[in-house]
């Protein structure tokens, strides 16, 4: 008779101290597996720290998306933008910089998280969650804030962290405060930053929030299109075309249409001319 055990009846027959490691290494593993469902750019052997770094990328990053997104309309920029330029009209130190910092600061709330791994993917996709720039400040933050307890709970195991987790959350608050911050003023320092935060403001800000209408069967649009609505359903299209879904389809359509024209589109050679 073949005998089937469990796994943990064959961890309770190992010696205890290859059982503890064995169980570390079990609860390791899916921590970061819950960390990476998040932000997969998390190695698999990740350490506290690259959690850590993670979270910290989310809301720098979410911090240059709010800039192009409301920044560049509310703080008065240079029109011109080289390095002098800027130097020179000291955009960090004007008083409507200094209110847009603290506004998006003040969306920065990190906390416990009271997530689980299937919230915080579902909450990182949900179509309220982000537009053409990125995620918005209170999702980064409350992912952000998912990232850090699963840190500490791997540093638990790690054998690298012993104090409380309100202490720790606080401490990592500070320095996500002090990132955003040198972000932002390097994000009006910087003037290739400060280009491309003007790009796309201009590229997509005004196609913000607005809905793609679904085209006809015969593909020249919704029935009852206004032609007055042509640049907009143009402009949607293009910010469509910019993600990486618009630019996998644009690329089947491509790929499609390259075969259709080899196999119909190339004209017959004419015969020759008669001597």
């Known amino acids: 008779m073949v005998q089937i055990y469990t796994f943990r009846e ?3 027959a190992l010696p205890s101290t290859v059982r503890r490691r064995a169980e570390a290494v079990s609860a390791r593993t899916s921590v970061v597996a819950d960390a990476r469902a998040v ?25 240059q998306d709010e800039f192009a ?15 002098t330029d800027l130097r020179r009209a000291d955009v960090p130190g004007d008083a409507s910089f200094h209110a847009f910092v603290e506004d998006l600061l003040s969306a920065v709330d990190i906390a416990a998280s009271p997530l689980e791994r299937d919230d915080a993917v579902a909450l990182r996709d949900a ?24 840190a500490f709970v791997l540093a638990e195991h790690e054998g690298e ?41 201009r590229r997509i800000g005004g196609g913000v ?3 793609v209408p679904a085209p006809a069967a015969d593909g020249t649009g919704a029935p009852g299109t206004d032609p007055s609505d042509l640049p907009q359903r143009a ?38 001319p008669p001597r």
């Not at 309100?166 to 390097?186: G, H, K, P, S």
């Open 10 to 12: 064959r961890l309770a």
């Open 39 to 63: 932000a997969p750019e998390i190695p698999r052997d990740a350490d506290a720290g690259h959690l850590e770094r993670a979270a910290r990328r989310l809301l720098r990053r979410a911090a």
């Open 69 to 83: 997104r409301e920044g560049v309309a509310r703080v008065p920029l240079p029109e011109e933008t080289g390095r």
């Open 127 to 150: 179509r309220g969650s982000s537009d053409g720039y990125g995620l918005s400040p209170e999702v980064a933050s409350d992912l952000a804030s998912y990232l850090l307890g699963r």
């Open 161 to 201: 962290q012993g104090g409380e987790l309100e202490a720790y959350l606080e401490e990592q608050a500070e320095q996500i405060r002090e990132d955003v911050r040198a972000v932002l003023v390097r994000q009006v320092r910087v003037p290739l930053e400060l280009k491309v935060a003007r790009e796309r403001h």
């Open 209 to 211: 929030g607005e809905e």
């Open 235 to 272: 402009r949607a299209a293009f910010e469509f075309a910019q993600n990486e879904a618009g630019r996998a389809a644009f690329g089947a359509l491509r790929t499609g249409a390259a075969k259709a024209y080899e196999k119909y589109g190339h004209p017959r050679t004419p015969p020759p």
